[in-house]
């Protein structure tokens, strides 16, 4: 058993520290989420069913997070309906009162944590060296937040690490990159709707979850108790279980941020590829593939120290040059005014003479 200074900072701050940190990434989050809708809300006219599969795999996650809450409550499932508009789940057994808030929480807190809890699981495979917990003591709130950040920071590392010296020839590195992929287009619970005026934003489900808590404010009370016991009995016995739990939590938003950030570039080449004529906008796809294996190829018969990282960075040089020179030369837009008019028709009939 730990000796254990009896003070406020080491009673009450210190376990706090982990949870602040939780929920300051986790609203950072929500705000990458935002980010990431605005910019496909700009590409659904263009590319709508691209859009409507995003969305698809949003409410897919949802729906999966909702059956799950069924399933851990004992309601059951009788059966569920997954469209691009909408999820429905019919539970054989309507709950009620703490078993209904449980499953309430599932959809509404289950998309941000269970499929980012998932693909944190496969990520173990590909960068074990990344999950680090806290291993010395935090009794105060500025060791704690400390340790908390120092986790996250081993396991940014360690991912973007792996991210930037990814070997695309390796199927299971290509395997986990498109279900990271996968992911980040579907952790967005504020998914597009067909009609503009129908605004979902962050704002919309930041209310849900408001409600959802201030509707039961007695249950709130009850895990904050909960929380609270599970951290005197950890702080007293091991208190790396306290923080190491936390900071799964910090790694699984970890997960979800750097899912979206990869969403970008994606959404960027798409909405690149707008602006080129009809028969070349999959030469800049072409280009990403060829690039890399021309440069894999390369450095295979000529080595040199991190061959992988220097074959993407060729890759998205030779992929945004290609694309910079097709939309500056082979614009979309290729309709030219004829230089000379004999004449133009007004709009009340008449004939007027243009001379060029």
């Known amino acids: 058993m730990a000796t ?43 590319h709508e069913a691209f859009c409507r599969f995003t969305n698809y795999i949003g409410i897919l ?55 980012a809890g998932l693909v944190l699981l496969a990520s173990y495979f590909v960068i074990g060296k990344g999950f680090m917990f806290p291993t010395s003591v935090h009794y105060t709130f500025v060791e704690s937040l400390t340790g908390f950040f120092a986790s996250l920071f081993k396991f940014t590392t360690e991912f973007v690490s792996f991210l930037v010296n990814i070997d695309l020839f390796n ?32 704002l919309h489900d930041l209310i849900l979850i408001k409600d ?59 909405k690149a590829t707008d602006e080129i004529r009809t028969h070349l906008k999959i030469v800049p796809f072409i280009t990403l593939i060829v690039s890399y294996v021309v440069a894999r190829v390369f450095f295979i018969n000529y080595p040199i120290k991190q061959a992988e990282s220097v074959s993407l960075l060729l890759m998205s040089i030779s992929t945004i040059v290609i694309a910079i020179l097709l939309i500056k030369y082979k614009k979309t837009n290729s309709f030219k005014t004829p230089s000379k008019m004999k004449h133009m028709r007004v709009a009340d009939g008449k004939k007027r003479t243009s001379k060029k």
């Open 212 to 270: 959802h808590l201030v509707k039961k404010p007695l249950y709130i009370l009850a895990i904050i108790c909960v929380i609270y016991v599970f951290y005197l009995l950890s702080l007293f016995l091991n208190p790396i279980v306290y923080f190491g739990l936390f900071s799964i939590f910090g790694w699984m938003s970890l997960t979800a941020i750097i899912a979206l950030l990869l969403t970008y570039p994606v959404c960027l080449l798409i």
């Open 61 to 115: 996650f949802q729906t999966i997070c909702q059956i799950l809450g069924y399933t851990v409550t004992g309601s059951g499932i009788t059966s569920f309906q997954v469209t691009v508009n909408y999820g429905k789940v019919q539970p054989k057994k309507e709950k009620t009162g703490i078993l209904e808030w449980i499953a309430r929480s599932f959809l509404l807190f289950g998309p941000f944590f269970i499929p």
């Open 4 to 46: 254990v200074p009896l003070n406020i900072d080491s009673l009450v701050g210190a376990a706090l520290a982990p949870i602040l940190g939780v929920a300051a990434f986790w609203f950072l989050q929500l705000i990458f989420i935002e980010i990431q809708k605005r910019i496909l809300s700009k590409l659904r006219h263009r």
């Open 171 to 202: 199927p299971l590195h290509i395997g986990f990159l498109f279900v990271i992929l996968f992911f980040g287009f579907g952790i967005r619970p504020s998914y597009i709707r067909e009609k503009r005026e129908e605004k979902i934003d962050i």
